[in-house]
Every structure is written in structure tokens, then in C-alpha cells.
């Protein structure tokens, strides 16, 4: 198949796999903390979960257990429908996998996809010497690992596991030496070399200083109108003179 002609702006790299496809993917460079040159970079202390965060992280992997157990106990037909709805309403997942120095991969898979389909596209993407040594796919906070080996992940697909429409994954090696922050991700070259930088955070302070912006003063139309509710020097006269 042909590949379509690039445009000028920074477009998603192209990665033959074994099967003989074209997969279309994008690579993101760390976010650097060292230069001021982006204003809007986040801190680290941005991505410390506060008792807020943890809380609804809870909620919301108390409701993923909840619905995994629940899941047998429903009807065939009733289960069956379900899983269409979530296709039709998210036919496809983004998954976001960040390596521990923060490059991150990032790929749209079909959400009837399983978990295996995400380990073999991060696979591909690593070096030669790499490829033999084990990783692991997991979520945090709160941790959940995405395991191809345990029955209750591998069988599922993406839109069942509560990945659609988008997640990010975090990824961990077994070689611990390949887990430092100041170890770059061990992609191929040829993979590396088209990363892009990272898209600005969503300015959200803007509308919510939209919103919280001051009443303008009153105008003099008002202020007069209160003077008229006075009562005239001539109508005061009158009522004297009764």
C-alpha cells in the first residue's frame, strides 16, 4: 500500500511490523524541566496525587473490579449489547505508553484489540538487544498491572479493560537497569529520531479567569436612575404648603 504524501508539519512515524502492515504511530520527547523555553511545562509536583486524586482513582478501580466481577453474572444478550454500545461510541482506543525517562509511544488500536496487541506493537519498537527482556504495562495510581500472562487481562479487550477511549500506560522492564529516569527509552534509532515534542498542556486557569472576572462598575445611567426616586423641591413646596 502506498503511502500518502507527508506534509510540512511533524506527521506520525510509519513502522512496518512482522505481519507485513503499515502501523501509523507517534513518539513523544521527554518533557525537559532544565530550559524555561516552555512556560507551561508542568512540574513534577503536578503529577503527585493529592488525597483527591487517590480517592477517585479508588472509585474508579473499585467500579472496574466491580464491573469484571459482575461481568459472568450477566445475561448473554444483555452483555452482548453492552459491549456493542461501547464499540459504536468508541470504535477505537488511544493507549499512551510512557517509558520512565517520559518518552511516551502512542498508538490507536481498534478497541476490540486485546492487551497482547499493545505489548507487541511496544516490542517492535525496541531496540534488537532489547527485545528478549521482559516488561510489564501497568497503570498507577492506583497500580494495576496489565499482564498478557494473567487470564482475567489477556482475554479482554481494550474497551473491556477500561482503556477506551484513551489511556496512558506506564512501562517497566524486568532489567532494572533499563528503569532509571536518566536511562533513555531503549527505542530503535530509526524510531527515536522522528520524536516530536510534547503538545502544550490545556490552558484551563484562562476560562476560570474568564468566569471569575469582576462586575463592571455602575454605569451613570444607574446611578442617576437611584436620584430619581428623590422627591423634587417643588413637590416638596406643595406638600408644605397643605
Known amino acids: 500500500m502506498a503511502e500518502s504524501a507527508q506534509s510540512s508539519s511533524p506527521s506520525p512515524a510509519v513502522l512496518a511490523n512482522s505481519g ?15 530550559t524555561p523555553a516552555n512556560p507551561q511545562e508542568l512540574p513534577d509536583t503536578y503529577f503527585t496525587p493529592t488525597a483527591a486524586d487517590l480517592k477517585a482513582a479508588q472509585a474508579t478501580l473499585s467500579a472496574r473490579t466491580q464491573s469484571l466481577v459482575n461481568a459472568p453474572l450477566q445475561v448473554r444478550a444483555a452483555r452482548e449489547a453492552s459491549e456493542k454500545a461501547k464499540r459504536d461510541r468508541w470504535p477505537n482506543t488511544t493507549i499512551r505508553v510512557r517509558f520512565s525517562d517520559r518518552t511516551q509511544l502512542e498508538k490507536t488500536f481498534p478497541s476490540t484489540d486485546k492487551i497482547r496487541s ?3 506493537f511496544v516490542r517492535s519498537s525496541l531496540r534488537d538487544d532489547v527485545k528478549p527482556i521482559k516488561f510489564i504495562l ?13 487470564p482475567k487481562v489477556r482475554d479482554l479487550s481494550l474497551a473491556e479493560l477500561q482503556l477506551a477511549p484513551s489511556s496512558v500506560l506506564l512501562l517497566r522492564f524486568e532489567e532494572e537497569s533499563l528503569n532509571g529516569s536518566d ?19 490545556p490552558d484551563f486557569d ?32 406643595g406638600l408644605r404648603k397643605k
Not at 20 to 34: A, I, N
Not at 187 to 196: G, N, R
Open 206 to 237: 484562562a476560562g476560570v479567569t474568564e468566569q471569575r472576572k469582576p462586575a463592571s462598575a455602575p454605569t451613570t445611567a444607574s446611578t442617576s436612575t437611584g436620584s430619581e426616586k428623590k422627591i423634587p423641591k417643588w413637590l416638596q413646596a
Open 20 to 34: 507485513g502492515d503499515q502501523s501509523q504511530f507517534k513518539v513523544y520527547k521527554p518533557p525537559t524541566t532544565t
Open 183 to 201: 536511562i533513555p527509552a531503549p527505542l530503535m534509532l530509526s524510531i527515536a529520531a522522528q520524536a516530536m515534542d510534547l503538545p502544550p498542556p
Open 138 to 150: 501497568y497503570q498507577s495510581p492506583p497500580k494495576r498491572d496489565l499482564k498478557v500472562s494473567d
Open 118 to 120: 499493545v505489548y507487541a
